[in-house]
Each structure stands twice: as C-alpha cells, then as structure tokens.
C-alpha cells in the first residue's frame, strides 16, 4: 500500500527566503511527525500532531519553524527566513498506534 | 537526551552473524527497548521492541539482559543490504510519542 510521501524530494534556496515542505501520512494515520537529519548527525525531532491535540512542538528550533496539519492528514512544516544551518534532510513519520513509517525525506540546501 | 550508548561503528562478515550491543543502564521499568535501522538516503525503518523477555521476527533477534540495563540486536545472516545505521532506542511502548534518537551504531558489512 501507499506509504508516506513526501515532497519536494529536493530543494535549493536561497538565503532568507521562506519554504515550505508537505508530507502525506498513510491514510488513517492520526499521529504526524516531524524529524530532520543535518550531515552526519543524527535524527532530531521538531514536532509531532496526535489527532486534534495540541501539537507537541518542543523540538523546533526557533519561531522561524511552524507546521500545520490541516484535516487531521497532510502536514506542511515551513521555515522562514532560512538560514544556512537550516540545510539538512527534513523526515516526517506517521503512525496509528506506535510503529511510526518514515517518508523518504525532503533534502533542503540553503545557499 | 538520549538515553542509550551504542559504539559508533562496527564490522561484519557477510553470511555471520551481527551482534550489535545498546547500553541501557537508566532505563524505567514502563519502558522497552526499541531498534530502528536507516539505510542510506532512506527514512528509518523499525526492527523490533522488547521488554524483557528476549524476541524474534522475521528480521532480527532482540537479546535484553535480565537486569535490563543492556541488550544485544542480532542479525543472523548479514546481508551487504543490512549495512545501515542502527539506532537502539527506549521508550514507552505501544503509544503514539516522538523518538529521541542517539547517534547509532553504523553497520558495515564485509563482502
């Protein structure tokens, strides 16, 4: 069956500009996360939706990071303004109970 | 923080067994040990969780000390497409939350 997708796969911006990445979790799926890998590190956590909960939003990094999930699925994490220690591969996850299925990733460069 | 200590990098011979160690020593009595593994430029992908008792699927086999304070991941028959990070995780099981993810231990295996 379809997994979590995730798009872009890759994007290239520049400096102080704001982008927007979109994850589409397995259907059904009422927990959404977001993770990002900078090179050679590890995963960090930034933000996980569960249902119409307030989401838990204790790993963003600073007010230049928000994310939304609209109708309870798809998710669009954005950073404004980016910085170039922004660049790294931003992961989303979704899971049911509490096996989470990683999307293949956005890989963000700031130039 | 968190709470494991895997050694960063090991060897293995294709066709043996991969033994891969966690140290888990602050771990509370509500939480299991979970293994994730990452192939390159793809999302993580879950293994296996126990508690105390030792497990098996179809993947891995998951050996957990009796005082619970380290576990041993063991693949049986290392494939060169089981080189991966492996991450060694605890935390409450069977519910939605994030994942606190250490370094892991990068798997190499030998042809």
């Known amino acids: 069956g379809a997994g979590v997708s995730q798009s872009p796969s890759n994007k290239v911006t520049e400096k102080g500009k704001d982008v927007e990445l979109r994850c589409d979790p397995i259907?059904?799926?009422?927990?959404l996360y977001w993770y990002r890998q900078s090179l050679g590190q590890g995963l960090e956590f930034l933000i996980y939706?569960?249902?119409?909960?307030?989401?838990?939003k204790s790993g963003l990094p600073s007010d230049r990071f928000s994310a939304e999930r609209t109708g309870g699925s798809v998710s669009t994490l954005t950073i404004q303004r980016t910085q170039q220690e922004d660049s790294a591969v931003y992961l989303c996850?979704?899971?049911?109970?509490?096996?989470?299925?990683f999307g293949p990733g956005t890989r963000l460069t700031v130039l | 923080d968190a709470k494991t200590t895997q050694p960063t990098s090991m060897d293995c011979a294709e066709g043996r067994a991969a033994n891969l160690p966690c140290n888990h020593s602050?771990?509370?009595?509500?939480?299991?040990v979970y293994w994730y593994r990452q192939i390159h430029s793809q999302g993580p992908q879950y293994i296996i969780h126990?508690?105390?008792n030792n497990e098996t699927n179809e993947m891995a086999s998951l050996i957990i000390t009796e005082d619970r304070k380290s576990s041993t991941l063991i693949l049986p028959h290392a494939t060169l497409r089981d080189t991966a990070v492996y991450y060694c995780?605890?935390?409450?099981?069977?519910?939605?939350?994030?994942?606190?993810f250490g370094k892991g231990t990068r798997l190499h295996i030998l042809p």
């Open positions: 996850a979704s899971s049911l109970n509490w096996e989470q299925f």
């Open positions: 259907s059904g799926h009422t927990a």
């Open positions: 939706f569960q249902g119409n909960s307030a989401p838990d």
């Open positions: 602050t771990i509370s009595g509500n939480e299991y």
């Open positions: 126990g508690l105390k």
């Open positions: 995780i605890v935390r409450v099981a069977n519910r939605d939350d994030k994942i606190i």
